[in-house]
């Protein structure tokens, strides 16, 4: 009897020391998770577009991408704080999805109809899609060697149609129109086909000139000439009237207060994309891929549809 309840004793604390550090852990997750109280006061926020901009939204990480609907969320969030009075929109991306980059303009846009100016700060890169969701603000900041612009939009389209002949491999398709395979790489395009996805990129292109002429306070004209899918360095920008001064993200909150009347040293807001604890779990065991890197594989795995995007060689 002694021994069996000993037994039971020592079992229990065995189970009692195994578990506790999974306690601990969530306890020391819940506790990182519930915010700290806020100071009262105006304040300016300060969203991040950071990696290839892709639709939808998450509840847990996305790390490396940034999620249209999850921007979205953020500058909505910004509309409806009575204590936020300015955003900045801090940018490190290359674009990506032509319908997240318009969703996300379109959130901006209505920041700024409600009354509260909006900053942009260019970090490294903010070409293409990058670009086109800060066209629309009040001031444009970038550093000197910003990699911005990249007006334009591309598709990609693979093609196995001479590697297939060499190995002997033949597909056979079955499809109700003459189009319906145009996309899945097995074969080249046709002339006609080439057509029809030119004439698409040329009205999705207008869209984007539209948006620029419109924040940029430039003809489209002048936008079609500078629109020829080149990047430009922050100062290049500066220069043709992309971007409206040089500076860093300190410079764009100051700015951002200034527009709203707020004196001294403004109250933050960050409105930025953090793993939670499975997300931060996983990424433990996953690769870091750098911005580049993410945007090859975007690309990759985007074959055959428009897109806002600068692909760095």
């Known amino acids: 009897m002694r021994t069996r309840l000993l037994f039971n004793a020592l079992l229990m604390l065995g189970v009692l020391a195994?578990?506790?550090?999974?306690?601990?852990c969530f306890a020391v997750t819940y506790a990182a998770s519930v915010p700290p109280p806020r100071p009262a006061g105006d304040a300016v926020a300060i969203v991040y577009v950071e990696g290839p901009i892709i639709t939808g939204d998450s509840e847990f990480s996305s790390e490396g991408v940034a999620l249209s609907g999850t921007i979205v969320n953020h500058l909505h969030s910004v509309k409806t704080n009575e204590s936020i009075k300015a955003v900045v929109l801090r940018v490190d991306s290359p674009g990506g999805?032509?319908?997240?980059?318009?969703?996300?303009?379109?959130?901006?846009?209505?920041?700024?109809?409600?009354?509260?100016?909006?900053?942009?700060?260019?970090?490294?890169?903010?070409?293409?899609?990058?670009?086109?969701?800060?066209?629309?603000?009040?001031?444009?900041?970038?550093?000197?060697?910003?990699?911005?612009?990249?007006?334009?939009?591309?598709?990609?389209?693979?093609?196995?149609?001479?590697?297939?002949?060499k190995i002997g491999v033949k597909f056979t398709v079955i499809k109700s129109g003459p189009h319906k395979d145009e996309t899945f790489g097995y074969r080249d395009l046709?002339?006609?086909?080439?057509?029809?996805?030119?004439?698409?990129?040329?009205?999705?292109?207008?869209?984007?000139?539209?948006?620029?002429?419109?924040?940029?306070?430039?003809?489209?004209?002048?936008?079609?000439?500078?629109?020829?899918?080149?990047?430009?360095?922050?100062?290049?920008?500066?220069?043709?009237?992309?971007?409206?001064?040089?500076?860093?993200?300190?410079?764009?909150?100051?700015?951002?207060?200034?527009?709203?009347?707020m004196s001294g040293t403004?109250?933050?807001?960050?409105?930025?994309?953090?793993?939670?604890?499975?997300?931060?779990?996983?990424?433990?065991?996953s690769p870091k891929r750098s911005v580049p890197a993410l945007t090859d594989l975007f690309a990759l795995e985007h074959t055959g549809r428009i897109l806002y995007l600068y692909i760095a060689p």
Not at 123 to 150: C, F, M, N, R
Not at 223 to 252: C, K, P
Not at 266 to 284: C, H, V, Y
């Open 18 to 24: 195994c578990g506790l550090p999974i306690i601990l």
């Open 190 to 261: 046709t002339a006609e086909e080439r057509a029809i996805w030119q004439t698409l990129i040329n009205e999705v292109y207008e869209d984007f000139v539209s948006v620029v002429a419109h924040g940029r306070n430039l003809t489209p004209e002048r936008v079609r000439q500078l629109g020829d899918g080149r990047v430009y360095t922050g100062r290049q920008a500066q220069a043709v009237g992309l971007v409206n001064d040089l500076g860093d993200l300190e410079d764009a909150v100051k700015t951002a207060a200034s527009l709203a009347g």
């Open 97 to 165: 999805s032509v319908i997240a980059s318009r969703e996300i303009y379109d959130a901006v846009m209505q920041v700024r109809a409600s009354g509260k100016p909006v900053v942009a700060s260019l970090g490294e890169i903010a070409a293409s899609g990058g670009y086109y969701i800060v066209a629309g603000a009040d001031v444009i900041y970038a550093h000197p060697a910003t990699l911005t612009g990249s007006i334009g939009v591309i598709s990609v389209f693979r093609s196995i149609e001479g590697l297939s002949e």
């Open 266 to 285: 403004p109250r933050r807001i960050e409105f930025r994309n953090k793993p939670g604890f499975f997300g931060s779990l996983a990424s433990m065991f």
